[in-house]
């Protein structure tokens, strides 16, 4: 399968290993897996592109790692599933064409709480995704109050 990831970073937390720890595992099982990653700026992603950087604390990650200075749904890979990771990747994910494969939204926190404008982030877990979630109280809270079956 092609597998796209889309993740807003891949600094050091526990969260993002999770997610690396996942496309990684994938990969190792023979799927071409792809990690789109957020860059502030076009001369940082051009140069982390050119050298091929991925996250530099997890040695040996086998997913091609591809920075990009914005969400454009031009640039998503043709695909069987596209995964948003977090909120701020979310829309992207909905919005995306057919060709992108299966829409996704992995959760693994109620991020209402502690990232984002609580009314933005809840925003997205209304969109039409399947949402996989990471424990039962994520897929409670997803039923609760989204109507999401998760």
Sequence with gaps: MKITFLAPHIRIAGGVRAILTHADRLAGRGHEVALMVSAKHGWRAWWRNLRGEGPT??????????????????R?????????????????VVE????????????QHYESLYHGDPGRVDATYALPLRKVVISTWLADIMRDKFGAKA
């Design 57 to 74: 604390w997890i040695r040996g990650f086998r997913p091609t790692v591809r920075w990009i200075t914005g969400w454009d749904n031009a």
């Design 76 to 92: 998503l890979p043709d695909g069987d599933a596209l995964i948003a990771t977090a909120w701020q990747t979310a829309r992207t």
């Design 96 to 107: 995306a064409p057919d060709r992108c494969g299966r829409k996704l939204y992995f959760i």
